[in-house]
């Protein structure tokens, strides 16, 4: 796992308890090394950065992703976030707005699709 991610997060959460062994990597790269090389046997990696990052690689091709995500909450912050002053609902309203237009104008869905393929990135 990634050092510092939330993937790590949840796999010492979740997974250590239960008898993995949860290894941690200061890069991906690493992480991507050892997957090929034997010395790991899988790993929990955003299902973007994974097919690009190691599947789509001459080196990723005899591994697949699993079809079942993950259901990361409570402390791994499940989705993404944006920062904002404490208070500062002008802004919040603004960017709320923005993301239900795009959302419910089918652009998320499209870009998604563009830049991802059939990995679903998309806002719920």
Known sequence: MLQGSI????AQAHWAPKGVDVVSYQDQN????????????GTLVLAPAGQTGFLDR?????????VTP????????????FGLRKGDTA???KLDAAIAKIKQEGVIQQ?????????DVTVK
């Open 7 to 10: 993937q790590e997060s949840y």
């Open 111 to 119: 870009l998604s699709k563009k830049y991802f393929g059939d990995i």
């Open 30 to 41: 690493q992480v991507y090394l050892d997957l090929s090389s034997g010395r790991l046997d």
């Open 58 to 66: 001459p080196d990723g091709k005899d591994f697949a992703s699993s």
């Open 91 to 93: 802004n919040k309203q």
């Open 70 to 81: 993950c259901a990361m909450t409570k402390s791994s912050a499940a989705g993404h976030r």
